[in-house]
């Protein structure tokens, strides 16, 4: 029997249902998983290089196919499922690089010499949100492949399709039987038994704080490795010296591409209180211009919320109550559509303020000077991102240092590059993705002594 029937947000039709794995079958996966790895670490790091170069151009050979399977599961904009597709063929090429740079050290010691070798891990289990179902999966597997480790990967209940779509590329391309595994399913069945799993040997989390917490709980039981990237609260920090005119007119991009439903959302922005009313004046029609509608016209910037569930989420962030300064446009009829929406809030303990919404609903609020914007900013228990817009080049490397958050962008929105590290401070998560580092993140540190007498 099918566990869920999924729906496309932007019209509400039905698109296929889509049966969930089991404990036993997880546990069948695990034993796969097992004896494939050790047959891939085994490889010649060259080859296990090129096994990837091929998972990498499949998959840009199918960049449409994924892009069209994510507008219709997730309501993504069909330009910016173009942009996932391909991110996942980069992150690819990028780690396609690893398995030959997988170098240790010598270190010199007395009576012989010492040296480490970078050990795979065995089993990764990768457990991915809704949000953005292809790339954040890429951030995962990419890395803990070319570090000669198997990955068995949980899709979100929602969004299942192209994490399964890539599952099939990676054995088209040629990827052994077993090493790379889609398992859709339930986060408290298949996404519990990683944690549970003693075959699994590190868990990959991204999703929501509250889950991440479990997660890191239950592998502490094995003192089993764990990677969480969570929630946020980042705050956009507009000064007085900076360019207004571009800090507005980006602004609504900083929050609501993705409907909001990202996890490094601009959704706070503090500015500076001798422009407030003429940033707001200037945000007013950078709103209005964002082009909500069907996800695939080419033209589109947002499309609709994921589901019915998450859309009365979001909805209870705005009402009757909120003091809403404009909003932008959205379409009626069927699907989950919610307009762009910018509030003032009264105080800096409303919800609205202190809780990650993941809709297209952003705060403005004013701050007095340096040491409030850096205050304000880091009045969250998130720290995963964040913008400064100053012309001060010693003001912007302060607030920089200041801001407690993982990624932050000086005069532009910039947050996820594969080449450079990603992740959050505080309870945003723990650990890093990406950049040069990503693959020995998903390895051990064997350190080997050689006596020379
Ligand atoms: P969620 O925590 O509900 O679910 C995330 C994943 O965890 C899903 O696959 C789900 O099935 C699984 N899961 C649920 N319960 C589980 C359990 N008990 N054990 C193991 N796995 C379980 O989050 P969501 O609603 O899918 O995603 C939205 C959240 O993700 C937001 O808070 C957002 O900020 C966060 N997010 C963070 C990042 C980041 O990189 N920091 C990126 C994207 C999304």
Known sequence: ?????????????????????????????VRHAMSAQRAWAALAPADRAAALR???????DAIEELAWLEVRNSGHPISQARWEAGHVRDVLNYYSAAPERMIGKTIPVAGGIDVTFLEPLGVVGVIVPWNFPMTIAAWGFAPALAAGNAVLLKPAEWTPLTALRLGQLALDAGLPEGLFQVLPGRGD???????????????????????????????????????LELGGKSANVIFADSDLEKAAATAPYAVFENAGQDCCARS?????????????ELLEPAVQGVRVGSPGDDGTEMGPLVSKTHIDRVSSFVTDDSRVAFRGSAPSGPGFWFP????????????????????????????DDEADAIAQANDSVYGLSGSIW????????RVSRGVESGNLSVNSHSSVRYSTPFGGFKQSGLGRELGPDAASAFTETKNVFISTD
């Open 1 to 29: 029997m099918p566990d869920i029937t999924l729906i496309n947000p932007a019209d509400e039709t039905t698109l296929r249902t889509i049966t969930h794995t089991t404990v036993e079958e997880v546990d069948d996966a």
């Open 54 to 60: 091929q998972f990498a151009l499949t998959v840009g």
């Open 189 to 227: 069945v298949v996404g519990e038994r990683f944690v549970a799993h003693p075959g699994v040997r590190k868990v990959v989390f991204t999703g929501s704080t509250a889950v991440g917490k479990r997660v890191m709980a239950g592998c502490a039981e094995q003192v089993k490795a764990v990677t």
């Open 268 to 280: 706070r922005i503090l500015v500076e209180r001798s422009v407030y009313d003429r940033f707001l």
């Open 340 to 367: 762009p929406t910018v509030l003032l809030p009264e105080s800096r303990t409303d919800r609205a303020v202190t809780d990650e919404i993941f809709g297209p609903v952003v705060t403005v609020q004013p701050f």
């Open 390 to 397: 100053t012309r001060d080049i010693g003001r912007a490397l």
